[in-house]
């Protein structure tokens, strides 16, 4: 069985996924992550935010661009 939390409140959503707060609504919004709600509380759906995180693209990193020719993210 995992140790996976089922829901997570908003700031944690918000630490796991290094966003902040609005970012998150914005998501909720956009619905690319699942939010419920619990009396007066808005919690994550902590899979969809697993989800999300593994629908992101990947970084390119390319060598010898930038002023001091280190590797550069595109």
Do not use: F
């Not at 630490?15 to 998150?24: M, V």
């Not at 899979?47 to 060598?63: G, H, M, R, T």
């Amino acid at each position: 069985m995992s140790d996976d939390p089922i829901l997570v409140p908003i700031k944690v959503a918000a630490d796991i996924l290094g966003q902040g707060r609005t970012t998150i609504y914005e998501l909720i919004a956009a619905e690319k992550i699942r939010a419920v709600k619990s009396g007066r509380s808005t919690l994550i759906v902590y899979e969809s935010l697993k989800q999300y995180a593994a629908s992101l693209p990947s970084v390119k990193i390319i060598y010898g661009r930038g002023k001091r020719n280190g590797p550069a993210a595109t």
